[in-house]
């Protein structure tokens, strides 16, 4: 019996108006139909914005983007519910809206309170190099002035920071920020560095901080952030979870697999074979109370907690 599914990060809002597939059927990773193996099913949609486009555009193809996943039959005919809030009981499949790469708000701060206003509930604020926002991972550079606005103002809002990209200075920022507010930070799709050493994966430091601050992190399913040698299977996340779970991760670990972002695991390829990944904890007697709280639990409760009806 496979559990329920919820999943914190993909990018298949932009590859579905990129390539003008529709979200129940196509040839991505994730997809309604490959998703119906899950008895209930929520899918964050990370709105990201290719770097070939400037900020100003960028904010343009983000509504474009977002209005095109909102024409799609699966929203329109009603079987994928887009929330902004959470009750007790999730529908059967579920879209929650996510922006990956704030550099879009391109100096204006109006921009977040417009993004909350068009269903925004997780802030990924950067994504790469130095943008208005501050540094990315791959930079030693923090926030910018306009960068800690735009977090104040998330945090004012409730929309949840995740520092899933971010540079370890602007990572510490957002956590010193969250702190003043009481608030929680996530991190959506990141792994292990103690694991697989990227300047995308979290170091112990940081994953103890995002505990301390009742925050969860997603497990990302790209293979270069998972391990650094050829032919990754599913077998390679377990290391990952094992090192969460030894920094007492058990309530605070999910999924943020990062399809249609990435090149994803031989075994792993769609977002129905998620169930591969919960044969092999379960084959490692790893408790199905656990293995749940992994697929769907710990996301589901933090979600309730933070997004309210
Ligand atoms: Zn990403």
Redesign the pocket.
């Known amino acids: 019996m496979p559990f329920p599914l919820i999943d914190l ?1 993909c990018d298949t809002a932009t590859e579905l108006f990129r390539t003008k597939q529709s979200l129940t059927e196509n040839r991505l990773a994730v997809s309604l139909r490959g998703a119906s193996v899950f008895p209930s099913y929520l899918q964050v949609m990370a709105f990201f914005t290719a770097p070939e486009l400037s900020d100003e555009d960028g904010w343009e193809r983000f509504l474009s983007v977002r209005a095109d996943l909102l024409r799609d039959p699966a929203v329109t005919e009603g079987r994928a519910k887009c929330l902004t809030a959470l009750g007790e009981e999730l529908p059967l499949v579920s879209l929650l809206f996510s922006i ?1 790469d704030a550099r879009i708000f391109a100096g204006r701060i109006e921009r977040v309170e417009e993004a909350y206003a068009l269903g925004i509930r997780i802030l990924t604020p950067l ?1 790469s190099g130095v943008t208005c926002i501050g540094g990315s991972h791959n930079t030693a550079e923090g926030l910018t002035d306009f960068g800690k606005s735009v977090i104040r103002k998330a945090l004012e809002l409730g929309m949840i920071p995740d520092i ?2 971010a540079s370890v200075r602007s990572a510490d920022e957002i956590f010193a920020m969250a702190e003043e507010s009481n608030l929680p930070v996530i991190a959506s ?1 990141s792994n292990a560095a103690a694991v697989c050493p990227v300047s995308r994966n979290l170091d112990d430091r940081q994953i103890e901080k995002i505990l301390s601050s009742g925050g969860i992190i997603g497990l990302n399913l790209y293979v270069k952030f998972l391990a650094q040698k050829n032919n990754v299977t599913s077998k390679d996340v377990i290391p990952h979870i094992e090192h969460f779970l030894s920094l007492g991760a058990s309530d605070a670990l999910c999924l943020g697999c ?1 399809m249609d ?1 990435a090149e994803l695991p031989n075994d792993l390829q769609t977002v129905g074979e998620l169930q591969i990944l919960a044969e092999q904890l379960l084959s490692r007697n790893y408790p199905e109370t656990l293995v749940r709280k992994i697929f769907y639990e710990n996301a589901k409760s933090f979600l309730r907690r933070n997004l309210p009806l």
Request: glycine share 12%; no cysteine.
């Open positions: 990060h990956e994504w899933s990209h799709h990062d972002g």
